[in-house]
């Protein structure tokens, strides 16, 4: 039988490479999107412990470089003409603004804009390999952030304290539940399936621009609190569980394994089509409709 292959972002650290290394164990070859060279090596030496010949493919990019994202993008096609699982983990908690070589807010551009441009830059090699799925983690923090305003949100690179910053946060997490949606919308009949996930409360790679940060993760380890294997068995479930096959536009908790119910407007189908159509736009990707 042909190796299935996934690819995935955000797989240096946390959840993300645990579920690389899970992923290894169920016989997938893996495609990594990083940004650190050095940490992608690292991560490539601990998936070999772990399940030794595992292929995995390094592929250089910073999400929050559009540009270098559809570069990575058009790489893996070229290099792979089959994928089987994608998975859209990477994920930043800014706690001050800062803007991306486009002018465009670093938070909104990690969570949301970069995911979006990856998937379309993969939608046809996943289409070509149906049944394929797609898996984008996104955060029962979306519950709170504020009010969302579109297309505005999208390039908004205004200013914000720490404590806003957790507003910001939910809002790119409430566009990542709205995107994969839409794209099971868009998707349907093509054999590839698009779900996202609330992983739950993990301590990995907890609050990296907090101050004293390892030393709070080590003490909610110690505590047993937020034990990443929970989040990390909730983005294998949603990759691999035969249940789940052809189960699309779901959203799901890690924790129970049972469908979430979405904050509005996640859920709208008009105001998904529309998050749509102003993010093609952005981005200068097709609609594809």
């Known amino acids: 039988m042909t190796t299935p292959i996934a690819v995935l972002t955000g797989a240096t650290s946390g959840l993300g490479e645990l579920a690389a290394i899970e992923l290894a164990r169920r016989g997938f070859a893996l495609v990594l999107i990083a940004r650190s060279s050095a940490r992608a090596e690292a991560t490539r030496a601990r998936i070999d412990s772990a399940a030794p010949g595992t292929?995995?493919?390094?592929?250089?990019?910073?999400?929050?470089?559009?540009?270098?994202?559809?570069?990575?993008?058009?790489?893996?096609?070229?290099?792979?003409?089959?994928?089987?699982?994608?998975?859209?983990?990477?994920?930043?908690?800014?706690?001050?603004?800062?803007?991306?070589?486009?002018?465009?807010?670093?938070?909104?551009?990690?969570?949301?804009?970069?995911?979006?441009?990856?998937?379309?830059?993969?939608?046809?090699?996943?289409?070509?390999?149906?049944?394929?799925?797609?898996?984008?983690?996104?955060?029962?923090?979306?519950?709170?952030?504020?009010?969302?305003?579109?297309?505005?949100d999208l390039t908004d690179t205004s200013s914000f304290t720490a404590r806003e910053s957790s507003l910001r946060y939910g809002r790119t997490k409430l566009l990542d539940i709205m995107f994969s949606n839409e794209l099971a919308r868009r998707l349907a009949g093509t054999g590839v399936t698009a779900n996202a996930l609330d992983p739950g409360f993990n301590v990995t790679g907890l609050g990296r621009e907090v101050r004293f940060?390892?030393?709070i993760e080590r003490v909610l380890k110690a505590l047993r609190v937020g034990d990443p294997?929970?989040?990390?068995?909730?983005?294998?479930?949603?990759?691999?569980?035969?249940?789940?096959?052809?189960?699309?536009?779901?959203?799901?908790?890690?924790?129970?394994?049972?469908?979430?119910?979405?904050?509005?407007?996640?859920?709208?189908?008009?105001?998904?089509?529309?998050?749509?159509?102003?993010t093609a736009e952005l981005v200068g990707s097709p609609d594809a409709g």
């Open 229 to 278: 294997r929970r989040g990390t068995a909730g983005i294998v479930r949603l990759a691999t569980d035969p249940a789940l096959a052809g189960r699309t536009g779901g959203y799901y908790s890690a924790k129970t394994g049972k469908a979430l119910t979405a904050v509005a407007p996640a859920g709208d189908a008009t105001a998904e089509r529309e998050l749509g159509k102003h």
């Open 55 to 152: 292929v995995v493919d390094l592929v250089a990019a910073d999400l929050a470089d559009l540009d270098q994202v559809r570069r990575a993008g058009a790489d893996i096609a070229a290099r792979h003409p089959r994928i089987d699982v994608l998975i859209n983990n990477a994920g930043l908690h800014a706690f001050s603004a800062r803007t991306t070589p486009a002018g465009l807010p670093e938070m909104v551009t990690v969570n949301y804009l970069a995911p979006w441009v990856l998937t379309e830059a993969l939608r046809a090699t996943l289409i070509a390999a149906a049944p394929a799925r797609i898996v984008t983690v996104a955060s029962e923090a979306s519950r709170r952030h504020g009010t969302l305003d579109l297309p505005a």
């Open 213 to 215: 940060a390892g030393a």
